[in-house]
């Protein structure tokens, strides 16, 4: 295999930029099936359901409903607190991957809530169906499908944020703006 001369790999800067970018799209097309079907499943599902057990076992010293809340309060906290390592190290990019899987829990998340009267949902070591216990304890038991959509509807407010977020941190530029890969020049000193 021989190489033309006068191509030229792209800058080191410019490849990861474009790695950034595809990933982005990746993520814009699976978060899509994903809110189009959240009670699919997903592969982040095994990495959310030890996370979610945890949170029991983290907000079980506050009291039964904090408990019983916690699973899902870790769900979110978990990824907002890498969104927010991501931020303070300047890295917008990987902080709108962290920002998608909160969305894609709050898919996960919704699913759940829905089936609190329903009740059919198989549950990790059997016991109580945690939004059942929460929206019964708060006598909000009959709406669970309408918070269920809520839950929905804030995965894809979060993931439409994501994919923006993504692509700006990616390309610099906004939705309407061409992309461009060029490396950023120095400003020049007068």
Known sequence: MTTNPTETAPPPAAAGR??????TIV?????????????????MDNVDLPIHETGHLVFA???????????????????AAFVAYFLRRKDRHSASVALWWIAQNFWNISVYAADARAQELPLVGGGEHDWAYLLGALHWLPYDQRIARGLWTTGVVIYVAAIIGGLWAVT???AAAPLSFAEPTAPREE
């Open 61 to 79: 010293p506050f009291g039964e409903f904090l408990g019983f809340a916690g699973g899902t309060l870790f769900q979110l906290i978990m990824p």
């Open 27 to 43: 993520l814009a097309a699976y978060g899509l099936a994903i809110a189009r079907h959240p009670d699919g499943g997903s592969l």
């Open 18 to 23: 474009y790695l950034r970018l595809a990933f």
């Open 172 to 174: 610099g530029t906004t």
